[in-house]
C-alpha cells in the first residue's frame, strides 16, 4: 500500500523561561492509505505535539520545528506557508479533539459549525451544504438530525457532542483523520458507539486515521499498527499483533503489565516506578533507563538505535543487541506472548474485518 | 474476611430541585452494605449518582430519604457537633481530581496536617512534624516533599499527598471516588498497589467509585452496577463478570475494551435499551443466586433464575 504521509527525523522544540524544551526528538514513522495507526503513551510524551505538527497547529512563538520534514503526498508540510495549509486543514487533514465541551463554539449553531468547511473548501452554496450537513449528523448517528442541525452545542450531551465533532471533521472526506483521545471523555458505551462509528466510516471512506489514546484497550480495538512514545521518541513500533503479543521494549512491556485484564487475579500490578523525565533537563543516555528496571550499563550513556525485529516491528531498546544479555519478560507479557504463539498465524490480512 | 457489616445503606434517595417544578432524582432508593476488610465497587456511567452516592453517605451532602448505618449509629440526622468530629475522624474521602482537591495555597504539610490540629491528635509540633513524614513515607513521598506546595508535583504525586491526608486521621472507611481516573496508564497502577498495601497493613474498608471496569474488578471484591439512580445489579466481582443477569450490565461488560487485539476483533457488542424492560410491575432487588443480588420484576426474576439453572 502506498504511503499518505511519512514523517522523518522530526524535531520540535518549545522555547519556554526555563530553557528549551525538546519536545520531539527525531520522530520517524509513515502512514498508510486506510490504516488506522495509534500512538500511545503518557502525557507529556509528545503524542500530541506529534500530530498537531502534521496539522501545524503547533503556535510558534514557542514553538518550533527545528528540523525533519512531513511529507503529505510528497509535499513537504514543514515548508507550507500559513495559506497552503489553510486549504488543507479541514480539507486533506482534519482533526478530532479531546474534550468535546470545548472544541465547539458555544455562540454558533452546530449546523453553521459543520457549514463552515463545506462553503470554505468545497464552495458549495448554503442550501447544498446545508443539506449536505443533515446527511452528515445522519451518517454520524444523530437522531432529528434535520432539526438538530439548528441548535446550540449546551443542547447536546457528551457523546452527541463528540459526534458533532466527528461529523465536522469528516464534512470534507479527509484523506488523513487524526483523531486526538476523541474518546477519553466519554462513558464506555457511548466511547463504543463512537469507536464503531469511527471504523464503519474509515470502510466507506477509505481514510487513514492517526489514533491518539492511552488507553490500550481502546489501541487494540481500532488499530492496524501502534507506535509507543516515550520522552519524545517512538520507542517501539510495529502492528497490533506486534506490540500486544511479542513486545520487545521495557517501556512497552510496563504499560501492558500496569493494566489489568478481566481474568487477571494477579496479587499486584506490574507498575512503571518512577515518573516520566522533566524534558527540560532529558537525561544522558535512554531517557527510560531510570524507570527501567532491565536497564543495561550503556543505557545510561548511549541512546539506542532503533533495532528492526521483523519487516513490520522496529524497537528502541539495546536489549535487541546481539551482545546483550538474554532477559526474560514479566510473566504478564510471556503469558501475552504464549497468546501469540496460538494465534501468530492470523495476521494482517484479516485486520479491520470485525464483526 | 469478617462479615461483619461496616456500613448499611437502607433505600437512601438524594433528589436535587433543579428549578420550581424539576427535581432530579440523582439517586433514588438504593440499599447495600458494605463488610468490614473489604472493597465495594460502585460502577456506572457518568450521571448515573455514583458520585452522588459517595458523597451522601460522607454527609457531603444531606440525604433526601433513607439510612446509613456506620458500625450500627446513624450517619444522617442530627447530630451534636463532638459526635460529628468523631464521625469524620471514622471515615475519609480520596477525591478524583488531584488538580482541584488540594489547596494551593497551603504547604503539604499543612494539608496532611490539617485533619491532625482538628481531631487534636498531635500534642507537640514535633509529634505533628513526625507523624507527617511518616505518612508521607507511607505513600511513597519523602520529608522533603513536606514543605512543597501542591503544584510542584506531578498528578501521581498529589494523589499520593490526597491518599495520605486521608489516612492523617487513621479512618476505618475510605471512600475514594475516581481515585485514578485523572492518571496516566503506568502512574494508575501505581497508586492502586499502593491502595491495596495500605488496606492489608491498616484494615481499611473502601468503597470504590469509579468507571473503569477492568480496574474496578481488579480491586474490588463485590461490585454494584448503578443505572438511573438504583443499582441494577450487586454480586461478587467474579460472579458479576462470569454471569451478569441485567441486560444493562451485560452492555457495559460487552462495551469495554480489552488490551487484546484477537478478542476485539471478534466483540460483540450488545446494546441496552430500557423499553424491553418488563413494566407490568414496579421492579424489586431480588437475590437470584445466594449475594448475587438483580433489579427485576416477579417475571424477570424466574427468567434469571431458570437462565442462571441453565449456566
New interface residues.
Given amino acids: 500500500m502506498e504511503n499518505i504521509l511519512e514523517v522523518k527525523d522530526l524535531n520540535i522544540s518549545f522555547d519556554t523561561y526555563g530553557g528549551e524544551v525538546k519536545a520531539i526528538r527525531g520522530v520517524s514513522f509513515d502512514l498508510k492509505k486506510g490504516e488506522t495507526l495509534a500512538i500511545v503513551g503518557e502525557s507529556g510524551s509528545g503524542k500530541s505535539v506529534t500530530t498537531r505538527a502534521i496539522a501545524r497547529l503547533i503556535p510558534s512563538p514557542p514553538g518550533r520545528i527545528t528540523s525533519g520534514e512531513i511529507l503529505f503526498e510528497g509535499k513537504d508540510l514543514v515548508k507550507a506557508s500559513e495559506k497552503q495549509m489553510q486549504n488543507i486543514r479541514g480539507k486533506d487533514i482534519s482533526t478530532i479533539f479531546q474534550d468535546p465541551m470545548t472544541s465547539l463554539n458555544p455562540t454558533m449553531k452546530i449546523g453553521n459549525q459543520i457549514m463552515e468547511g463545506l462553503i470554505k473548501h468545497q464552495k458549495m452554496p448554503r442550501g447544498q451544504a446545508k443539506k449536505r450537513t443533515v446527511e452528515l449528523l445522519e451518517l454520524v448517528g444523530l437522531p432529528n438530525a434535520s432539526e438538530r442541525v439548528d441548535q446550540y452545542p449546551h443542547q447536546f450531551s457528551g457523546g452527541q457532542r463528540q459526534r458533532v465533532v466527528v461529523a465536522i471533521a469528516l464534512a470534507c472526506n479527509p484523506k488523513i483523520l487524526i483523531a486526538d483521545e476523541p474518546t477519553t471523555a466519554l462513558d464506555v458505551t457511548i466511547q463504543a458507539q463512537i469507536l464503531e462509528l469511527m471504523k464503519d466510516i474509515q470502510k466507506k471512506t477509505d481514510s487513514s486515521i492517526i489514533f491518539i489514546t492511552h488507553d490500550l484497550g481502546v489501541v487494540a480495538n481500532v488499530a492496524d499498527r501502534v507506535a509507543v512514545m516515550y520522552a519524545g521518541k517512538i520507542v517501539e513500533i510495529g502492528t497490533v499483533d506486534d506490540i500486544f503479543y511479542n513486545p520487545k521494549h521495557p517501556y512497552t512491556w510496563g504499560l501492558l503489565g500496569s493494566m489489568p485484564t478481566l481474568d487477571s487475579n494477579e496479587e499486584e500490578l506490574v507498575a512503571i516506578p518512577g515518573s516520566p523525565p522533566d524534558m527540560l533537563k532529558p537525561p544522558k543516555g535512554d531517557a527510560f533507563a531510570p524507570r527501567n528496571e532491565y536497564a543495561l550499563e550503556i543505557d545510561k550513556v548511549q541512546e539506542p538505535p532503533m533495532f528492526k525485529v521483523s519487516e513490520t516491528h522496529y524497537a528502541a531498546t539495546w536489549l535487541l543487541h546481539e551482545y546483550a544479555p538474554d532477559i526474560e519478560p514479566p510473566e504478564a507479557v510471556k503469558k501475552r506472548m504464549k497468546g501469540f504463539a496460538k494465534t501468530g498465524t492470523i495476521r494482517t490480512s484479516e485486520e479491520g474485518e470485525k464483526s | 474476611m469478617s462479615k461483619e457489616k461496616l456500613l448499611e445503606v437502607k433505600n437512601l434517595k438524594q433528589h436535587f430541585r433543579t428549578g420550581r417544578h424539576s427535581v432530579v432524582k440523582a439517586v433514588d432508593g438504593i440499599s447495600f452494605d458494605i463488610y468490614e476488610g473489604e472493597t465495594f465497587g460502585l460502577v456506572g456511567?457518568?450521571g448515573c449518582g455514583k458520585s452522588t452516592t459517595g458523597r451522601t453517605i460522607i454527609r457531603l451532602y444531606n440525604a433526601t430519604d433513607g439510612e446509613v448505618k456506620f458500625q450500627g449509629e446513624d450517619v444522617h440526622g442530627k447530630k451534636s457537633a463532638k459526635d460529628l468530629k468523631k464521625f469524620n475522624r471514622r471515615m475519609q474521602m480520596i477525591f478524583q481530581d488531584p488538580y482541584a482537591s488540594l489547596n494551593p495555597r497551603m504547604t503539604v504539610m499543612d494539608i496532611i496536617a490539617e485533619g491532625i490540629d482538628i481531631h487534636g491528635l498531635a500534642d507537640s509540633q514535633e509529634a505533628r512534624k513526625k507523624r507527617v513524614y511518616d505518612l508521607l513515607e507511607t505513600v511513597g513521598l519523602n520529608k522533603e516533599h513536606a514543605n512543597r506546595y501542591p503544584h510542584e508535583f506531578?498528578g501521581?504525586?498529589r494523589q499520593r499527598i490526597g491518599i495520605a491526608r486521608a489516612l492523617a486521621v487513621d479512618p476505618s472507611f475510605i471512600i475514594a471516588d475516581e481515585p485514578i481516573s485523572a492518571l496516566?496508564?503506568?502512574?494508575?497502577?501505581?497508586v492502586?498497589?499502593l491502595m491495596?498495601k495500605l488496606q492489608k497493613e491498616n484494615n481499611l474498608t473502601y468503597l470504590f467509585i469509579a468507571?473503569d471496569?477492568?480496574?474496578v474488578?481488579?480491586i474490588s471484591d463485590r461490585i454494584g452496577v448503578m443505572y438511573f439512580g438504583r443499582i441494577v445489579e450487586l454480586a461478587d466481582s467474579d460472579e458479576l463478570?462470569a454471569n451478569p443477569m441485567h441486560p444493562y450490565t451485560k452492555?457495559?461488560l460487552?462495551?469495554?475494551?480489552?488490551?487484546?487485539?484477537?478478542?476485539?476483533?471478534?466483540?460483540?457488542?450488545t446494546?441496552?435499551d430500557p423499553s424491553q424492560n418488563d413494566t407490568s410491575e414496579e421492579p424489586e432487588f431480588r437475590e437470584v443466586r445466594p449475594d448475587h443480588w438483580v433489579l427485576c420484576t416477579t417475571k424477570e426474576f424466574e427468567h434469571y433464575k431458570k437462565e442462571y439453572a441453565s449456566v
Fill in positions: 456511567e457518568s506531578s501521581g504525586q496516566d496508564v503506568s502512574i494508575q497502577a501505581q492502586v498497589n491495596k468507571h471496569l477492568s480496574m474488578k481488579y463478570y452492555s457495559l460487552s462495551a469495554i475494551p480489552l488490551p487484546d487485539p484477537d478478542y476485539e476483533r471478534n466483540r460483540i457488542r446494546t441496552y
